[in-house]
C-alpha cells in the first residue's frame, strides 16, 4: 500500500464511518478496486478507525467532556447513567475482542463476496426500520444499551454495517432516532481506542507487524482524520433526518455489484 492509495482509503474511512453503510465492507470494496491485497491483517483498518473516533471526540468534545465531569463526581445523575449504559454496550464487543479476535480479523480476507452479503443483510435491517411499527421513547434502557451492545458486537463482520446495525437494533426496541443514533457514535469510541491501545503497546501498528509502510499508515490516519471532522456533524445530522431507507437501498445495490465481482 503506498502513500496515495492510504490517503484515498482514509477519505473513504473517515465519509463512510459515520453513515450506516459499513465502513471496513467499503474499505474492503476499496482496497479490490486499487489491487490492494486483501489479507486478515486489519491494521490499516484498525488505525483508520482510530483516527474517525478521534474526529468524533474533537467534535463532540463538550458533550463528551460533560459526561465525564459528571461521573467522576459519583453522583447517579442521568449523564452518569448514560455513560455507564455505554460501558455496559461495550461488554460483548470486548468478549469478542478477547476471546475471537483471530477469527474476526481471518474474515477481514474473505474479499468482497462476503462483504456484498453482509451489506445485504444490512439494507433488510434498514428496511425493517421502516416498514415495522414500533413505538419510540426517547431514553435508552439498560436492558436496550446491552442488546445494541450484542448488535454491535455482531456488526464487528466485514460488510455489516455497525451503525446501521445499531441503529436499526434501537429502533425496533422502540428508542428514539435521534438519541440512537448519538448513543450509537459514542458507544463505538470505547472499544477502538482500547483496540487501538492494545495495538500500540503490542507493536502491531509497526512496518514489520502491519506489512505497512509507517508513511502510509500515517497518511491514512491523517486523511480519515480530517475526513472524519469534515463529515461527522453532518453525516450524524442527516442520519438523524433522513429515511434509513434510501441507504438500505444503497447497501442493497452496492452489495449485489460486490457479489457479483466476489463470484465472477
Known amino acids: 500500500m503506498d502513500i496515495l492509495q492510504a490517503i484515498i482509503l482514509g477519505i473513504i474511512q473517515g465519509l ?3 453513515l450506516p453503510v459499513s465502513s471496513s465492507g467499503h474499505l474492503i470494496i476499496a482496497k479490490e478496486l486499487l489491487g490492494i491485497e486483501t489479507t486478515s491483517n ?6 483508520a478507525h482510530t483516527a474517525t ?10 458533550y463528551i467532556l460533560n459526561l465525564l465531569r459528571k461521573f467522576f463526581k459519583f453522583e447517579w445523575k442521568p449523564e452518569t447513567q448514560y455513560l455507564c449504559k455505554l460501558l455496559l454496550s461495550a461488554i460483548p464487543i470486548m468478549i469478542v475482542g478477547l476471546f475471537f479476535k483471530d477469527r474476526v480479523e481471518m474474515l477481514f480476507g474473505e ?6 452479503c453482509m451489506l445485504l443483510v444490512t439494507a433488510l435491517l434498514l428496511s425493517l426500520t421502516h416498514f415495522i411499527q414500533y413505538k419510540q421513547r426517547k431514553d435508552i434502557s439498560w436492558g436496550s444499551a446491552f442488546i445494541v451492545g450484542i448488535a454491535q458486537a455482531i456488526a464487528v463482520l466485514p460488510g455489516l ?15 428514539k432516532k435521534e438519541e440512537i443514533a448519538q448513543f450509537s457514535f459514542l458507544m463505538v469510541l470505547i472499544p477502538i481506542l482500547g ?18 509502510h509507517t508513511a502510509s499508515l500515517v497518511a491514512g490516519f491523517v486523511t480519515a482524520y480530517l475526513a472524519g471532522l ?14 434509513l431507507l434510501w441507504f438500505a437501498a444503497y447497501c442493497l ?4 455489484i460486490a457479489i457479483i465481482g466476489g463470484l465472477s
Do not use: P
Open 253 to 256: 445495490v452496492v452489495g449485489i
Open 161 to 175: 454495517s455497525r451503525s446501521g446495525t445499531t441503529i436499526s437494533t434501537g429502533l425496533l426496541l422502540g428508542v
Open 195 to 212: 483496540e487501538a491501545f492494545l495495538g500500540i503497546i503490542g507493536g502491531d501498528f509497526s512496518a514489520s507487524a502491519s506489512g505497512i
Open 42 to 47: 486489519i491494521a490499516f483498518e484498525i488505525v
Open 111 to 116: 474479499g468482497v463476496l462476503l462483504v456484498g
Open 53 to 62: 473516533v478521534l474526529s468524533t471526540i474533537t467534535v463532540l468534545w463538550k
Open 16 to 18: 463512510t464511518e459515520f
Open 230 to 243: 469534515f463529515a461527522c456533524k453532518v453525516m450524524i445530522e442527516l442520519v438523524k433526518r433522513v429515511s
